[in-house]
T-cell receptor
Framework: KNQVEQSPQSLIILEGKNCTLQCNYTVSPFSNLRWYKQDTGRGPVSLTIMTFSENTKSNGRYTATLDADTKQSSLHITASQLSDSASYICVVSRADTDKLIFGTGTRLQVFP | KAGVTQTPRYLIKTRGQQVTLSCSPISGHRSVSWYQQTPGQGLQFLFEYFSETQRNKGNFPGRFSGRQFSNSRSEMNVSTLELGDSALYLC????????????FGPGTRLLVL
């Protein structure tokens, strides 16, 4: 079954600290993996998109890694800010249908 | 460049009614996808339209339908509303399908009483 699982479900960190969010998937055949940030009450915003051949991709303080062999991805946030408080959603695209399979997200709260 | 716009932003309906939601993609974008987001299920794909043709469809009942117009604007219709249809409905647009970045609208929050 094509699934995308994220951990932890929720996370609380202090401002300025780093954190890492995990995404494991069983989607096959694999096309690409995306990380989205969704602020409360708003639509998701794309952070990174990675294909099979890409191991890491950065977008400012956000760095995503992909291990296509183990089917794992992580999103590392450096020097967190209050504005990082949001849900982070991992999305995997199937190569045969282009369908996007969404994880249920990690809810991150950054406290001062 | 204006972003993806969705109307209405909020909607209250009763069971058995039908509803039509509208999405205007970013200018130049020809692909429009619709998603349902609920606290328990997360984001779930409804369908995708590209150049007025439905290209992909999720696992939702036939009560959920959509269409796309020649100007790429899209509408989603839900007939015979059920309580479980209460959700945030998101629309996303992109230039093509596949690896392109999707840009999401703010969503329409539907409450079914």
């Amino acid at each position: 079954k094509n699934q995308v699982e994220q951990s932890p479900q929720s996370l609380i960190i202090l401002e300025g600290k780093n954190c890492t969010l995990q995404c494991n998937y069983t989607v096959s055949p694999f096309s690409n993996l995306r990380w989205y940030k969704q602020d409360t009450g708003r639509g998701p915003v794309s952070l990174t998109i990675m294909t099979f051949s890409e191991n890491t991709k950065s977008n400012g303080r956000y760095t995503a890694t992909l291990d296509a062999d183990t089917k794992q991805s992580s999103l590392h946030i450096t020097a967190s800010q209050l504005s990082d408080s949001a849900s982070y959603i991992c999305v995997v695209s199937r190569a045969d249908t282009d369908k996007l399979i969404f994880g249920t997200g990690t809810r991150l709260q950054v406290f001062p | 460049k204006a972003g993806v716009t969705q109307t209405p932003r909020y909607l209250i309906k009763t069971r058995g009614q039908q509803v039509t939601l509208s999405c205007s993609p970013i200018s130049g974008h020809r692909s429009v996808s619709w998603y349902q987001q609920t606290p328990g299920q997360g984001l779930q794909f409804l369908f995708e339209y590209f150049s007025e043709t439905q290209r992909n469809k999720g696992n939702f009942p036939g009560r959920f339908s959509g269409r796309q117009f020649s100007n790429s604007r899209s509408e989603m219709n839900v007939s015979t509303l059920e309580l479980g249809d209460s959700a945030l409905y998101l629309c996303a647009s992109s230039t093509l399908t596949g690896l392109e970045t999707q840009y999401f609208g703010p969503g329409t929050r539907l409450l079914v009483l």
